[in-house]
Each structure stands twice: as C-alpha cells, then as structure tokens.
C-alpha cells in the first residue's frame, strides 16, 4: 500500500477532527450574524414519545419555530430537543463549558438563580403575557421575591382504576381510605389481577409516588414549619404500610426497580387494578387499548386527599448571550398564540395561564385534574438541597419496601440535612 | 565533526513528527486532555447545574468515601469483573477449540457467533430486559408454559427485581456479548500455532489432554492476555447493561461503580468526576496485577 498515501489522508482526517472541535465552540457570544439576523438557541424536553413518534418534541418545537420565524424574520430558533432522563446531565455540561442555550425548558430552574445566570421575568416577559400567568404558579418561580422561572405547563395526579376490573372483582367505587383500598386490592387479587395496585417506586418518579402515599398521612418530605422530615413517623407509617401490600402480593412485585412507564403500560394493557397518574397519562391509556377507567382522588389513610401533587415545568432565559429582546418576542409569540394551547391539546399537560385554563374548562377528563390545581402541592424544588435529596429518593426510596423504612428514610435524611 | 544545526538537518529530525505528530495531537485532544479535565473537576465545587461554584479541596473524595454505599459498590465491581471475565474467557475457550475444527456448517456457526457482536449492548440488554418483563417478558412467559413458574405477574416473574437474581442475568448477558469478540482473538492466536509442534507432539505420544495444557495453552498465551486485558477494562467500564436492565436498583444493589458515578452526577458533579478518578486509578491498578499475574513479558519458550 502507498505509505504517503495512508499518511496524507491520516493527517488529513485529524485536522479535520480537531478543526470541527474548534468550531462547534464558535458561535457563542451575542455576535449577530452578517445580515444582522440573530440565532436564539432552544433546549427543550421531550413531552413525546420520543425522536420517530408522531408527537415527538421536535416535531412540536418545529411548528412552534416554523411559525414564529415567518413572522419575524430577523430571528431564527435552533432547536434541540432532549429526553427528560438526561436532560439536567447534558444541561449541566453546557453549563459547565460556559456553552449555555438562550432559552431553556426543563423540570427546574432554581440552581441557575444564585450564579446570576438567568434573566429575570420582568426583562424577557411582557405585562400582558406576565399578567396572564396563574399567581400561584409564578409565585413557585420567585427566589427572594423575585422572578426567574417562567411556568411552563403543570400537571396533577389523581387515582386511575380499570372498571372492567372492578366490576369482575365486584367492587362498585373507587377506594377512599387505605383500608378500603387494602380491601379492594384483595378482591382484584382473588379475581385474578396480577398487579391489584400498580406502585411504581423505580428511579424514574419514585419521588412522585412516594409523595402522593406521604400526603395520604398528612406527612411529606418537609414539615409545616419548613424543615425536612423525610423520616418523620407519618412517612415510616406510611412506608410499613406498603410494605404490608406489597409482602401481600397486592401491587407490583418489586417497586422500587419498576417505573411509572412500564406501570403505566401494564395499566394500559388492563394488568393493573389502579393506579396513580396524570392528565398525561389519559392518551397513553386509551393508546394501549384500555377505554373503560375511571378517575378518581387518591385515597389516603383516612379520607381522600383533598390536595395532590402539583407538578410545574419551566421555561427560562439565560443571560449570557444577551439576547433578551429576540427572547420577549418568542415568549410572548408563545404564550399569546396558540402554541401553549397545542402544548395541552397534544400531551395533555395542564395550562398554567388564567386564559389557557378557561379554554379546557370545558375538556370532561381533565375537569378532575383542573378543580385540584388551585389546591396542589409542590415538591420543596426551591430548596437547594432538593436536586440532591431528589436523585437520593430515586434510587433508593424503593429500598424502604423490602428493608427497614425508618433506616431508608432516615438515610435520605441524612442526605438532606447534612451540609 | 563538529554537529551544526542546519535547516537540512532540523527538518530531517522533525521529519518523523509529520508522521506521528497527528496521532500524537489525536491522542493528546481525546485521551489526555479529558484526563486532565477530569481530575482537575473531581477538586473543583460544581452543583448539579453545572455552575462551578470553586475550589473543594479533596471535600469531594472525602464525601465519595463516606458514602455508606461506596464500599458495597467497589466490592460489586470487583465481583462483577472477575464474574465476567473469567466465565467468558473460559466459555470462549471451549468455542474457539470448537470452531478452530473442521466441521460442516462451520462458516455458519462462526457468523452466528458474531451476532451479538454486531448488535448495539444496548440493544442486548434492553431485549433482555423485556424477556424478563414479569407480565409479558418472553423468557417468564415460557417458563411459565413448562410450568416452572406458577403465576406471571408477580416477584417469582421477577428476577431483575432482587439483586440475587438479577446479578447472575447481568453477569449472563455481559458474558454473551463479551463472547463474540473473546472467542475471535483466541481463535486467532489458534490458528497461528504452527501444526508442526503438534506433530512433534504426537510423535513423542503426548496424551490429548497433555498436548493442550503444554503446547495449545502456552502459545496461546499472547492472545489470551490480549483477550482476557481488553475485556477487564471493557466490563469494568461496562455501562449500558446494568443501567438498561436495572439502574443499579433496587437501591444500590446492583450498582457497578461506573454506574454510581453516573448516578452521582444527578446531585453532585464534584463528586461523580472523583469517582471518575477512583475508576480510573482501579482500572490502571487492576491492569498492572492482571499483567504481573499473566507475565505477559517473558518469552513464550
């Protein structure tokens, strides 16, 4: 073989390999372009199932941007779209390359805020877009009082039961208490259901379900004066009590290695008595094939819960690249077009605007979904010490099944109050 | 003479750096200078978002090592790389004694054994995983039939949801698709082993048994060493099996410390990069005994 050859073309595909390093790096900064157009740059969540479904995020993002860039044409919007379970990780290495987006949509907004990297709400928000946003929504957006998370979409969680199952078991209504629920499991089970309670305690939303079985005590992850409780007797209860369906053969074999998708497939393919979901959660159903469930609020150890878990996603600006008035026109083309509604209509994800939850009070479904929000309640993500608690009860709050529940939790409050 | 530095004589002696010099810059951008950034973030303070918030002293190893689950985890990896290394080269062994015959349908035989090569370990692992749904995973659902099993559905339909159970699955499917590759290059060192010795062997009346252990295994050796090294660094950096079958859960019971580093990375990015350099230095450490035990210098005599 011609060694000069194979030498050329080596050199040749290095240089190549080190002059692309060099050049993704480039277009940073708040250079405009030589026609003066500026590039605003749009990481986002995936809502969708994913790149090839039909209500992939990219193809809503593309829509959105195809419209906003025909009515102004000075602005292009690159969009890059990426699946929930590594968005904080490939978010974080932007960050830590200083290769920020402009704009960001993701689950948190609030570990942005101290370093000064966001844009405040009042610099990239219109008042009549601002003044539309639901008060308490923007509220969770505030640090000290002042705005840097734009609410995006929110979700609620109600109980989800399959009536055919139901009405095989003969059980007439959805449980209200634990006992009941107990009591109905055992019935789905005698029945023949393999998964009477779908309990998904796996790393991807056990903080979620955890929480709903929390509230259902009167407990959660902090105390009424604000400080974590995550091992508060309540929870250890509440823990000892799934602990007691699960060793029955009631729920789920395994929670805390099965995720809230798979549960929710099962779900779907009518192999689970109930379940906790959300409004999103309705078009996964009906896709599956199951038409026949009902909704209803999710027992607790007592009485039903009269609060749920409110879920906020957020959008926001950042700073560095100084971009804030191409930022205010793609906000504002969002939240006063019809974007934010097609965001609800294609995932069923609740409004977070006065205007937008107007426009679904109509939607039967979601009625249940809409009367809980005003009365919802978040997880404590203001906390700086929340993202790491957070990873901790992924992993390991399942653990509290089959060891003890007052040392897993316990561990998971070390991790949070430890400094 | 007295040497001059003349132009000539300068460029004939950069003349070899055109050459290298590519390999030198490739290897420099995408191993070393990584190495560096790694170690110098495992002593940085950097939150979950990825602000760097300073300088954290050696705060980040201290915090690794007071994990209550670290020492549980470094334990795992050991197991789960001597698991897997030592049952794939034996197995592999076995197939390339097996395929190095002549047999009919050997063309075939050999390009099925590639296959799970070829496929993505993702992949791989995800299939598994859904073989082994409790409700509908195609293994369950046979073992079922056979009458095995009494119900789907529930923990006995569930072997990835226990750690006894589901490590020995993980250790089955890192060793398919370590296979592919292992048996190749030991089929290699096979076929390059002159037949002459093998005469000469039979000449002298060695037993079957006896040729294998003197002759077939010593000259194999280079090639086992290669194997069985590519293949300690391979499943001790393995990722994608045990983080698409498991997530290291329930807990941290089934988590390899490449696994816990990435966990780690979800809270503190500080502390995930000083576990990098743990992983790092045990992958170095585990290189050099693994060389010292196979002598991998002194001459095949």
Known sequence: MNKRLVGAVTLGLSAALVMTACGSESPAGGEKAADGSVTLKLVAADYGDGPTAENSGEKFWKGVVDEFQAANPGIKVEVQVINWNDIDKQVATMVQNGQVPDILQTGDYSGFVKDGLLYKTDEVLSPATSSDMLEKFADFGKVDGVGYGIPFVSSARALFYNKDLFDKAGITEAPKTWDELKAAAEKLKAAGVSQPFGLPLGNEEAQAESFLWFMGNGGGYKDTSGNWAVDSAANVETFTYLKGLVSAGLTTPNPGTKNRKDVWADFAAGKVGMVNGGPMSIPIFEKGGLKNFGVAPIAGKSGPLDTTLGVEDWIMAFNKNGHKEEVKKFFDFFYGGTAAQKISDTYKLLPVTKSGIEKLSSDEKLKPFLAALPNATFYPFQDPKWSEVNTQIKQTIGGAIDGDPKEVLGAIQKVATAN | ???????????????????????????????????????????????????????????????????????????????????????????????????????????????????????????????????????????????????????????????????????????????????????????????????????AAKMDGASKLRTYWSITLPLLRPALTVAALINVMNVFNSFPIIWAMTHGQPGYSTATSTIFMYILKGSDIGESAAMSVVNFGMVIILTVIFLRVSKWRTEVR
Do not use: C
């Open chain 2, 1 to 199: 003479m007295q040497q001059t530095l003349t132009p000539v004589r300068v460029m004939r002696a950069l003349g070899p750096l055109a050459w290298i010099g590519p390999a030198i810059v490739l290897i420099g951008v995408v191993v070393v200078w990584p190495v560096v950034v790694m170690i110098q973030s495992s002593f940085l303070k950097i939150s979950r978002f990825g602000v760097v918030q300073g300088a954290n002293g050696t705060d980040n190893y201290t915090k690794l090592f007071a994990e209550p689950d670290f020492a549980g985890v470094m334990f795992r990896s050991l197991v789960w790389v001597v698991a897997v290394v030592s049952i794939t080269v034996v197995l592999s062994l076995a197939l390339a004694q097996l395929f190095n015959q002549r047999f009919p349908g050997r063309r075939f035989a050999r390009w099925a054994l590639i296959a799970p090569w070829a496929a993505s370990v993702l992949m791989t692992a995800i299939i598994f995983k859904w073989m082994l749904d409790p409700e509908v995973g195609l293994i369950n659902m046979i073992l079922h039939k056979v009458g095995v099993l009494d119900a789907l559905g529930g923990a006995d339909a569930d072997p990835l949801g226990n750690a006894s159970t589901a490590m020995p699955w993980l250790v089955f499917v890192a060793v398919f698709v370590s296979l592919p590759f292992t048996t190749y290059a030991l089929l290699a060192g096979l076929s390059a082993i002159p037949a002459d010795v093998y005469e």
